[in-house]
C-alpha cells in the first residue's frame, strides 16, 4: 500500500513538474514561490490591518503570527526531522528545478503548511477576502511541486499540520474571548451605578 501511494506521489509530481511545463508558469511560479520577493508586502498588509482593523485587525495579525508560528515550528522542526524524506530534486532523475535547491527534509512542507494556516485564519476573521486567501494559498501550495522542490504528499501534509495549527489558535482564542467577556461583564455589573 505504501509503496503504491508513493509511486503515485512520484506520477503526481512527474505530471505536475514536467507535464504541466510552459512559458507562463516557469515566469510566474518561482516568483511566487519565493517569500522574499513578497516580505514587504505582507509587512505592509499587516500593518494596515493592525493600524486601520481596530481591534479586530489588532487580533487578527497576533492569531496570524500565532499560527505561522506553530505551523512552521511543527513542520519545520519535529517533522521533518522524524520523517526524513529526501526532496524531489535531490532525489529523482529529471527534474526541473526552478529555484535553488535545498538538502533539508521535504515532508512536510512548511510553505504550505504557513499558507494553510494564514489562509484559514484570514478566511475566518476576514470573510469578504476568503476567495483571494484561499487562491494564493492552493497557488503556493502548487508551486511547490511545479518548481520541483516538494512531492504533491509533502503540500497535502503541510496544509494539513497549517490547519490543525489555524484549529488550535481559533480554539485558544475562542477560549480566552470567552474568559475576557465573562470578566468584564463581571467588572461592570460590580460598578456602582449612579
Known sequence: MLDALAAWDRAAFHWINDAWANPVLDAVLPVLTDFD???????????LLAVFGRTRGRVTVLMVAMGIALSDQTAAHLIKPWVGRIRPCNALDNVR?????SSAFSFPS????????SACLLSVRCPRG??????VAALVCLSRVYVGVHYPFDVLG????????AGVVLGV?????ARVARWWNRRMASRPRA
Open 173 to 177: 482564542h475562542r477560549v480566552a474571548a
Open 158 to 165: 503541510g496544509a494539513g499540520v497549517g490547519l490543525g495549527a
Open 97 to 101: 528545478l526552478l529555484v535553488a535547491g
Open 130 to 135: 476568503r476567495w483571494i486567501w484561499v487562491s
Open 110 to 117: 512548511a510553505h504550505a503548511a504557513n499558507m494553510a494556516c
Open 37 to 47: 520577493r513578497w516580505r514587504i508586502l505582507v509587512i505592509v498588509g499587516f500593518l
